[in-house]
């Protein structure tokens, strides 16, 4: 399978999209960084990978942004990774952006593999097409607020302790952040509050078919914390953790 971005064929976009769709729960669907409109100026940083009958069965979803290089100075949320992107694509179409401010990292946003494409290496091979298109794009590194896929089976357990797990053989335990760190990543830190998702008790039940009868933490099926219910305010709040990979080129 070759890799295609979105502006070398445009035409993916909408199977690109679905499939985005589909492999999330279904309220991560309804953050604080799910509008598709927003990454519409960075078609050349969105990639898919397609099957021999051309249907997209693997994607990566990339962003360019400014970075100083300080762990301290990482954006706190995905949401502010893409605004940082926006504000210095506008920048630098009106050509006044400094030196200083412009891009000079990619951040990966998403790693994608459809169900049929799975157990074939497709994350390895997505991580390096991400870090191949961070060379090609002159870039210093790629960044990752990694969002470990195996932690939801454990969602009662701290970020910063999973991460640490590792195997009798010395790997670690998740299987995204083993990628990472095989293809030489190295972890600088913790986002504690990476994506947010604020909604009515109806939609959290809506989506997830959980009653929610009392205020509380609740275990909801695909997250990788507890939910916030509040039922006096009529509040679910999710707040996302990860786990910050830089790969230098």
Same mark, same amino acid.
């Given at each position: 399978?070759?890799?295609?971005?979105?502006?070398?064929?445009?035409?993916?976009?909408?199977?690109?999209?679905?499939?985005?769709?589909?492999?999330?729960?279904?309220?991560?669907?309804?953050?604080?960084?799910?509008?598709?409109?927003?990454?519409?100026?960075?078609?050349?940083?969105?990639?898919?990978?397609?099957?021999?009958?051309?249907?997209?069965?693997?994607?990566?979803?990339?962003?360019?942004?400014?970075?100083?290089?300080?762990?301290?100075?990482?954006?706190?949320?995905?949401?502010?990774?893409?605004?940082?992107?926006?504000?210095?694509?506008?920048?630098?179409?009106?050509?006044?952006?400094?030196?200083?401010?412009?891009?000079?990292?990619?951040?990966?946003?998403?790693?994608? *593999?459809?169900?049929?494409?799975?157990?074939?290496?497709?994350?390895?091979?997505?991580?390096?097409?991400?870090?191949?298109?961070?060379?090609?794009?002159?870039?210093?590194?790629?960044?990752?607020?990694?969002?470990?896929?195996?932690?939801?089976?454990?969602?009662?357990?701290?970020?910063?302790?999973?991460?640490?797990?590792?195997?009798?053989?010395?790997?670690?335990?998740?299987?995204?952040?083993?990628?990472?760190?095989?293809?030489?990543?190295?972890?600088?830190?913790?986002?504690?509050?990476?994506?947010?998702?604020?909604?009515?008790?109806?939609?959290?039940?809506?989506?997830?078919?959980?009653?929610?009868?009392?205020?509380?933490?609740?275990? *909801?099926?695909?997250?990788?914390?507890? *939910?916030?219910?509040?039922?006096?305010?009529?509040?679910?709040?999710?707040?996302?953790?990860? *786990?910050?990979?830089?790969?230098?080129?």
């Amino acid at each position: 399978m070759r890799a295609f971005t979105l502006a070398e064929r445009p035409e993916l976009k909408s199977e690109f999209e679905k499939l985005d769709e589909r492999l999330w729960p279904e309220f991560m669907l309804h953050g604080d960084m799910n509008n598709p409109d927003e990454f519409r100026d960075f078609d050349e940083y969105q990639f898919a990978y397609t099957d021999d009958s051309d249907q997209v069965v693997a994607a990566g979803q990339t962003i360019p942004f400014h970075w100083s290089g300080a762990t301290g100075e990482l954006p706190e949320t995905m949401d502010a990774i893409l605004q940082n992107a926006l504000a210095n694509r506008e920048a630098a179409a009106a050509t006044s952006a400094p030196v200083k401010r412009r891009v000079n990292y990619l951040c990966a946003v998403a790693a994608l *593999v459809d169900e049929p494409a799975r157990g074939q290496g497709m994350s390895r091979t997505i991580l390096l097409e991400m870090k191949a298109l961070a060379r090609r794009k002159g870039l210093l590194g790629l960044v990752a607020p990694v969002r470990p896929t195996s932690k939801p089976r454990h969602p009662e357990i701290s970020i910063d302790e999973y991460a640490d797990w590792r195997r009798g053989d010395g790997q670690l335990y998740d299987p995204w952040l083993r990628v990472h760190e095989q293809l030489d990543g190295k972890r600088l830190g913790f986002a504690p509050r990476a994506f947010r998702v604020t909604a009515s008790v109806a939609d959290w039940r809506r989506w997830t078919g959980v009653a929610f009868e009392h205020s509380g933490a609740y275990l *909801v099926a695909g997250a990788l914390v507890p *939910v916030e219910i509040d039922l006096e305010s009529d509040t679910g709040t999710y707040i996302e953790p990860s *786990v910050w990979y830089l790969h230098s080129l």
